[in-house]
């Protein structure tokens, strides 16, 4: 199932939601993992939301939403955390 997972980071939009849109149309995945960190996790928000409501119209749903946080050291050796999101789009059951 982790082939199905969408990590959020800098590129554009609308590469994240085609790339949900080609894991539910030409991977025929049951479930896909929109994954983010960070500044990033409104992205995966809007990712989601976008692929879901505008383009798989009523074939694709919120099955599920984790949060969490990661610790790791930033440059300067300093213990931070970030926070992150995992957001699982799951295709309708009829």
């Known amino acids: 199932m982790d082939s199905n ?3 959020i980071g800098g590129k554009p939009f609308m590469n994240y939601v ?6 539910f ?6 479930d896909v993992i929109i994954k983010a960190r960070g500044k990033f996790i409104s ?3 809007d990712v989601a ?9 009523n074939t694709v749903a919120v099955s599920d939403i984790r949060i969490d946080s990661e610790g790791f050291k930033n440059t300067e ?9 995992e957001i699982t789009l799951s295709k309708n059951r009829q």
């Open 18 to 23: 085609t790339g949900v849109v080609m894991q």
């Open 49 to 57: 939301e976008v692929a879901a409501k505008r383009f798989l119209d």
């Open 77 to 85: 050796g300093r213990d931070i955390r970030v926070s992150t999101i």
């Open 5 to 7: 997972s969408i990590f």
């Open 43 to 45: 992205r995966a928000v």
């Open 25 to 30: 149309t030409t991977k025929n995945a049951d």
